[in-house]
T-cell receptor
Framework: DAKTTQPTSMDCAEGRAANLPCNHS???????VYWYRQIHSQGPQYIIH???NNETNEMASLIITEDRKSSTLILPHATLRDTAVYYC????????FGAGTRLTVKP | EAQVTQNPRYLITVTGKKLTVTCSQN?????MSWYRQDPGLGLRQIYY???????DKGDVPEGYKVSRKEKRNFPLILESPSPNQTSLYFC?????????????FGNGTRLTVT
């Protein structure tokens, strides 16, 4: 599975959009991009995934570049409850987690 | 409600005393997996199962056993726990192992081995 690179931490103001970047330059054609988040020590929560096209659901939007070498998770209106560690994962079969990005939403 | 259920949530035991952490899912998922999470090391896969009676090692299988006799259950067995197995454990399941199937996680089991 391809490796991913994410910033260690980010801050975002409450009510603003949070844009979390992820690099996956070695991604292969059949690997999906997944985003999860983990709040405190709870189980990782699935957010969204995509293969080539941009995706949107009730939680977030996923923007994948045309060459698929990077992606951005967008939380359109961040709240304090969105403070968490966000993981970007590239997956064919098994899911391997990196260190993720610690997002802090500030009032 | 669709969910992955782990039990117990918290467990304190002593070295060498066999224990089992149960995991059950009600979504008819074929694929199930166990992870452990340690500070500074992140989430690491212990074992996974692609279907009934099909299991395989993940990245850190030493000291653990699993079984998959029924589709819904995937228990994690520590035959002789040691302090280095003190960790936060998560069970997860997905429709299949394939890339397009999101993995759904349980709420975790915090194990302390003294």
């Amino acid at each position: 599975d391809a490796k991913t690179t994410q910033p260690t931490s980010m801050d975002c103001a409450e009510g603003r959009a949070a844009n979390l970047p992820c690099n996956h330059s070695t991604i292969s054609g059949n690997e999906y991009v997944y985003w999860y988040r983990q709040i405190h020590s709870q189980g990782p929560q699935y957010i969204i995934h995509g293969l080539k096209n941009n995706e949107t659901n009730e939680m977030a939007s996923l923007i994948i570049t045309e060459d698929r070498k990077s992606s951005t998770l967008i939380l359109p209106h961040a709240t304090l409850r969105d403070t968490a560690v966000y993981y970007c994962i590239v997956r064919v079969n098994d899911m391997r987690f990196g260190a993720g990005t610690r997002l802090t939403v500030k009032p | 409600e669709a969910q992955v259920t782990q039990n117990p949530r918290y467990l304190i035991t002593v070295t060498g005393k066999k224990l089992t952490v149960t995991c059950s899912q009600n979504m008819n998922h074929e694929y199930m997996s166990w992870y452990r999470q340690d500070p500074g090391l992140g989430l690491r896969q212990i074992y996974y199962s692609m279907n009934v009676e099909v299991t395989d090692k993940g990245d850190v299988p030493e000291g653990y056993k699993v079984s998959r006799k029924e589709k819904r259950n995937f228990p994690l067995i520590l035959e002789s726990p040691s302090p280095n197995q003190t960790s936060l454990y998560f069970c997860a399941s997905s429709l299949s192992q394939g890339g397009g199937s999101p993995l759904h996680f349980g709420n975790g089991t915090r194990l302390t081995v003294t």
